[in-house]
């Protein structure tokens, strides 16, 4: 599956040459569209959609090609913004911490017809349809062109999960996995979920990827982490070797038929076989009159048209009962007369997790019910700051700017841990072997996780120069809070040239032996939610950077 990354050398012409491009920032939708485009997840597009495509795909649900595709994904922008664009020239598509993420050639600039796109796409132009109201949540001209990736958008957690397809696809055949049926969920999955994919894997010989999105949040959806830790709990109730999952970072239109056609089209891209599909499956619920907007057969009903042209089997799913008399969950056309069916509405799931009332066992999984309860906010939950960077790259200072800011703020305990104070009180007897570096960062993790576990903040700064070593402190302290990894990544000569201690020239003279970036190597981390060039920003410019990000991700207030 070709993805549109570009290779290094030209990702680093592209960031010095975006320097002197017009520059978007992406809203969090845009983002999903844009991973899906860069993954290969929405193949056959090669970027936003120019303005024949976007008509073609309104009047027919295919590409002008002739490829089937049900759901414009273009990218809206402001008029005033528009006004400077030209046709054939780059613009540049940046995060909101303005990291260039891609290049797109600007091909079309047009303004919509977004009553005709919600009549087209959702069936209706009433408001009180959820994708029709974020439709018109849109901004008022829509740019179309080829991107070319240079950094895909950063995630801070569960890295493990977000497989693109041709991660998925490399995993499939590595584990012999030839059918695969696919289940698509934006809601915490249960024991009748749990039995519909059983079920389907049985009847088509298959094994099961769990695939649920974690896009665009809507109001009323349970957030993507405590979803994703109570799909994990759910995943341990498959037979061993049957599932896999994996997160899908799709900005859901709720279009219904036309979703699930999609959502197919995007299983198959993932190396799906099948794909299940259920009753009003992507329906954005009743309207204001109460009436749902699409018959509840009516998506799979279209799915099953459109998928011998898109390459992939659906398998149709009716809603599971639970019945006293029979002990099992059977389908809702199976109940038997007169039998007794349980039920428990969302409303009163919502009451009884938030009440610390139990949970039927016959309707969910004891582990996942654990995960849904509500927790303490992260604001009053501890965590760790894990500082790596070379010698000489500001990581001290940082460090304990940071950690004075910390508590000023009050309300929380902030232990400094500085990697010479460390080297001095705990770890004196160690050398500078990988084997007592690595020595050294987990006795610097054991400590920050005691610290996190009751509710306070860790900020270590030693070197850290060994991804190993990184990555198993992040493990220990997630368990038991949460974990944040700065990379201060100042660059080698700086770190020379600021070297008010004279180390490095001692290391090239041969005088100190396996010195990191000299005699001994330092992986630079690919996965640090806040990177700072501590030869290019201030120390209060990059703790003011570092702070945003912990008030972003909820750690402060």
């Not at 012999?176 to 088509?204: C, D, K, Y």
């Not at 965590?383 to 500001?394: D, K, M, N, Q």
Request: glycine fraction near 8%; charge should be negative.
């Amino acid at each position: 599956m070709r993805d549109l990354m570009a290779a290094p050398e030209l990702a680093a012409e592209l960031r010095a040459r975006a320097v002197d491009w017009p520059s978007w920032t992406l809203d969090q939708r845009q983002a999903c569209d844009l991973e899906l485009l860069l993954n290969g997840g929405f193949a056959p597009l090669t970027g936003f959609q120019a303005r024949a495509d976007y008509e073609a795909v309104l009047e027919t649900g295919r590409l002008t090609g002739g490829e089937p595709w049900p759901i414009p994904v273009t990218l809206d922008v402001d008029c005033d913004f528009a006004a400077g664009l030209r046709t054939h020239e780059p613009l540049a598509l940046r995060s909101p911490d303005g990291e260039l993420l891609a290049s797109l050639h600007v091909t079309d600039v047009w303004e919509p017809d977004l009553e005709n796109e919600a009549e087209s796409i959702f069936g209706t132009t009433d408001s009180s349809h959820r994708g029709v109201a974020l439709l018109q949540g849109t901004r008022g001209v829509r740019v179309g062109g080829a991107v070319q990736g240079v950094m895909r958008p950063h995630h801070d957690a569960d890295r493990d999960l977000r497989l693109g397809p041709t991660e998925l696809r490399t995993a499939f055949a590595r584990w012999g996995w030839q059918r695969v049926v696919g289940f698509q969920t934006r809601n915490p999955m249960h024991r009748a979920h749990h039995e519909i994919t059983l079920a389907a894997a049985r009847s088509v010989d298959a094994n099961v990827l769990l695939h649920p999105v974690v896009g665009l949040e809507l109001p009323g959806d349970i957030d993507a982490r405590t979803r994703i830790r109570s799909y994990r709990a759910l995943q341990q109730h498959y037979p061993p070797g049957l599932a896999a999952l994996s997160l899908l970072p799709l900005a859901m239109r709720l279009a219904g038929p036309r979703e699930a056609v999609w959502h197919a089209i995007l299983r198959k891209n993932h190396g799906c076989t099948h794909f299940i599909v259920g009753r009003d499956h992507a329906g954005p619920g009743p309207g204001a009159d109460g009436r749902l907007f699409y018959r509840p057969e009516e998506a799979s009903e279209v799915a099953q048209a459109r998928a011998e042209e898109i390459g992939i089997e659906i398998l149709p799913f009716e809603t599971l009962c639970w019945v006293e008399e029979l002990a099992r969950h059977v389908p809702l056309s199976e109940v038997p007369e007169r039998a007794r069916v349980s039920e428990l509405s969302g409303t009163e799931l919502r009451r009884r997790l938030r009440d610390g009332l139990s949970i039927p066992s016959w309707f969910s999984f004891p582990e996942v019910v654990d995960e849904l309860r509500p927790r303490p906010p992260r604001r009053r939950e501890g965590f760790t700051i894990l500082f790596t960077g070379l010698s000489g790259a500001g990581k001290s200072t940082t460090a304990a700017l940071l950690a004075t800011s910390l508590r000023e703020r009050r309300g929380r305990d902030v232990t400094m841990l500085d990697g010479d104070e460390v080297r001095r009180v705990l770890s004196s007897e160690l050398g500078f072997s990988r084997e007592h570096r690595d020595v050294n960062i987990r006795r610097i993790g054991f400590v920050a996780a005691e610290v996190a576990r009751h509710g306070g903040v860790a900020v270590c700064a030693p070197i850290a120069p060994y991804d190993q070593a990184r990555a198993e402190m992040r493990a220990r302290c997630e368990g038991l809070g949460g974990f944040v990894l700065v990379h201060v990544a100042t660059s080698l000569e700086t770190c020379e040239q600021r070297d008010a201690k004279g180390l490095y020239a001692k290391a090239r003279a041969g005088e100190i032996p396996c010195f990191t970036g000299v005699s001994d190597p330092y992986e630079e981390p690919t996965d640090a939610e806040v990177v700072v060039d501590a030869g290019r920003l201030t120390p209060d410019e990059a703790v003011a950077k570092i702070l945003r990000h912990l008030e972003d991700q909820g750690w402060l207030d």
